[in-house]
């Protein structure tokens, strides 16, 4: 019986090696994205000039960071966290946000820099009629209370315009 060897051990080393950076820069391309932040309205849970590894696999959950095409810009991304998901009611009165009806207490921290309501026949920034969001849709907002384009101005999104999910921000 003949054993099987390789005349260049090296050469077997380095065609493997390459082949499986390849398979792996293959692989992360279709299920990472990479961006780089260029707003302040997530500070300061994510930073101006942040690098943020989305993935379009990862299940979403309200409190997510999440990156969407931007309604006014096709070409861009927005980052946003979401407030609330499928089958849920969001109201805004006088800068409280209520969902389900429940005073919203978040977990992470959101800059209130003006403190003057806004009217609701200005704008839905500071009080918001309730909306019920459908099965599959969100409610975004940026953690940036006053400085945000999101939820409040271009309505709920479905669950189909979600790029991915932050998964890790390199500040």
């Known amino acids: ?22 398979l792996g820069l293959f692989c992360a391309r279709i299920f990472f994205t990479v961006m780089t ?23 979403v959950r309200t409190g997510d960071i999440v990156a969407i095409e931007n309604p006014a810009q096709s070409d861009r ?5 979401v407030l609330a998901e ?12 209520y969902i389900n009806d429940n005073r919203f207490e978040p977990r992470w921290k959101i800059i209130r820099g003006d403190i003057t309501a806004l009217p609701m026949k200005f704008c839905y920034r500071d009080n918001m009629p309730p909306l019920r969001l459908g099965r599959n849709e969100y409610f975004l907002m940026s953690d940036s209370y006053d400085e945000g384009y999101d939820s409040r101005v271009f309505g709920k999104i479905d669950a189909s315009a979600i790029a991915g999910k932050a998964v890790y921000i390199l500040r």
């Open 1 to 22: 019986m003949k054993k099987n060897k390789v005349d260049h051990p090296l050469l077997f080393k380095a065609v493997m090696l390459a082949a499986g950076l390849f």
């Open 37 to 59: 932040v260029n707003t302040d309205s997530m500070e300061p849970s994510v930073r101006r000039g942040s690098t943020v590894l989305l993935s379009a696999f990862s299940p």
């Open 86 to 97: 499928g089958n849920d009611t969001v109201e805004i009165r006088n800068r409280v946000i």
């Open 77 to 81: 991304l927005l980052l946003l966290r």
